[in-house]
């Protein structure tokens, strides 16, 4: 958002990009420049929390950042953003795919969460009236500087959270979502003195939110991606599918919102250790378990997307000891280890290699004849498949050292996907399996994946 304020530098516009800090545009015109030259897309996901001149007031210090974000201000800030990558502001290339705000559902972007509210008798969950005024002004600056037919995300939101007590509790996403629209608990909108605390009647000002997807993170922390939270309001990969069925049944009552909308996975990862000792997965279960999730969200028609936090682990918070657990309060969750991890920075973890091409077997069909299910993603062929791109899947049993080709060449399917499927009686013994693709610029093997896990 720039430094200076504008009600006391009278010549600073927020919605012109050129008014800003010198340097506060060059990583993402970079980022931008260079995504182009290699040919791969960018999604900008324009956030807070912004300057001080565009926040509110508070002397609580953990909300200070993100305490109530000028939606007027913000909008500008978008503005500027918008006009800047719209590919006629000055060589800048135009960037087409975008998202508003960033887990709104979280104290530490965006606050207060709930407040007390006198004619409910109740704390009012707060942060959603707050990113619905966001997300309103960030699309329509989109839509003033040409990206009214761009791919724009709403939500962003975070898995997990706890019933809204203060400003400072996180909300679970399903809550914060029925919020976001003012419903009720069985979806219906919400009326009288509930609809008018939370602001409602924006819906009929503004009519429907017209995004192209919905964004969500979920993560499990260092549980695997088969763990479901005890509380049905929290969404992680293991209940993916509870998102566009929540999504739907609002569009359903209300039309506050299109019918189908796919879901975007725009965070997902595990952290490991090493290199944190306090908390994170083994490198081997990280490698197993982003690929469990990647075949999780293929299995799921409404997932469009599914994206990888981080390339490469956060370095450590050097402001604490080595010794001391704060030290390691970073994002650990990369597929390369980082500065100061005890590995030369960019080493690759086993989760690098299984990203590129994810593997995963697993036990299906009836007790009479039960198969296994053989799943890879050539990740780096999606959008190049040719006729001559094909997988063969290999086993070798447990105490064996040699590989046995199971499936002959399998073609990739247009998004770079083989999925076939064998007689379990056959190949259902301990053992290890793993995936080869071979195609025009040669051959890449997968992770090894035992089966039984």
């Known amino acids: 958002h720039g430094t200076k304020n504008p009600a006391t530098h009278h010549r600073f516009n927020p919605t012109n990009s050129a008014d800003y800090p010198k340097n506060a545009w060059l990583n993402?015109?970079?980022?931008?420049?260079?995504?182009?030259?290699?040919?791969?897309?960018?999604?900008?996901?324009?956030?807070?929390?912004?300057?001080?001149?565009?926040?509110?007031?508070?002397?609580?210090?953990?909300?200070?950042?993100?305490?109530?974000?000028?939606?007027?201000?913000?909008?500008?800030?978008?503005?500027?953003?918008?006009?800047?990558?719209?590919?006629?502001?000055?060589?800048?290339?135009?960037?087409?795919?975008?998202?508003?705000?960033?887990?709104p559902n979280q104290v530490g972007w965006l606050s207060p969460q709930g407040v007390y509210n006198s004619q409910i008798g109740a704390v009012l969950p707060y942060s959603p009236i707050l990113y619905r005024e966001l997300w309103y002004a960030a699309r329509r600056a989109l839509n003033h500087t040409g990206h009214k037919n761009d791919t724009v995300l709403a939500g962003e939101t975070a898995p997990l959270g706890s019933p809204p007590q203060n400003g400072r509790t996180p909300m679970r996403p399903a809550q914060f979502i029925r919020e976001f629209f003012c419903v009720n608990g069985k979806l219906k909108p919400l009326t009288g003195v509930q609809a008018s605390v939370r602001g409602c009647s924006i819906f009929k000002r503004n009519g429907p939110i017209v995004a192209s997807g919905w964004a969500h993170h979920p993560y499990t922390k260092a549980e695997p991606p088969t763990w479901k939270d005890k509380n049905p309001d929290s969404i992680v990969i293991a209940n993916i599918a509870a998102l566009p069925k929540l999504l739907d049944g609002i569009a359903k009552h209300t039309g506050r919102v299109k019918t189908k909308l796919p879901i975007w996975v725009t965070e997902m990862g595990y952290e490991t250790n090493p290199p944190d000792p306090y908390r994170g997965v083994t490198l081997d279960n990280q490698a197993a378990y982003n690929n469990e999730t990647d075949w999780?969200?293929?299995?799921?028609?409404?997932?469009?997307?599914?994206?990888?936090?981080?390339?490469?682990?956060?370095?450590?918070?050097?402001?604490?000891?080595?010794?001391?657990?704060?030290?390691?309060?970073?994002?650990?969750?990369?597929?390369?280890?980082?500065?100061?991890?005890?590995?030369?920075?960019?080493?690759?973890?086993?989760?690098?290699?299984?990203?590129?091409?994810?593997?995963?077997?697993?036990?299906?069909?009836?007790?009479?004849?039960?198969?296994?299910?053989?799943w890879s993603w050539v990740r780096f062929r999606a959008s190049l498949v040719t006729p001559t791109d094909f997988v063969v899947f290999q086993f070798q049993p447990k105490g064996s050292t040699a590989w046995t080709n199971i499936t002959p060449a399998e073609p990739l399917n247009a998004g770079g996907f083989v999925d076939v499927k064998v007689p379990e009686n056959a190949y259902g013994v301990p053992g290890t399996w793993r995936a080869i693709w071979v195609g025009p610029t040669g051959y890449f093997i997968s992770r090894d994946a035992s089966f039984p896990s």
């Open 296 to 374: 999780m969200s293929y299995k799921q028609s409404r997932v469009a997307a599914v994206t990888q936090f981080l390339f490469q682990d956060t370095g450590p918070n050097t402001a604490y000891a080595k010794t001391a657990k704060g030290y390691w309060d970073t994002y650990q969750s990369g597929l390369e280890f980082g500065p100061r991890s005890g590995f030369a920075a960019g080493t690759h973890k086993p989760a690098y290699n299984a990203y590129a091409m994810p593997i995963w077997i697993r036990s299906t069909g009836p007790a009479s004849s039960p198969q296994l299910e053989l």
């Open 28 to 103: 993402y015109d970079q980022l931008a420049v260079d995504a182009k030259a290699i040919g791969i897309n960018v999604y900008f996901d324009v956030t807070g929390p912004g300057p001080p001149w565009a926040m509110g007031k508070t002397s609580d210090r953990k909300e200070k950042a993100s305490f109530m974000p000028n939606v007027a201000q913000f909008g500008k800030f978008v503005q500027a953003v918008g006009t800047r990558f719209s590919g006629t502001y000055h060589s800048l290339p135009r960037v087409s795919t975008w998202s508003i705000w960033n887990e």
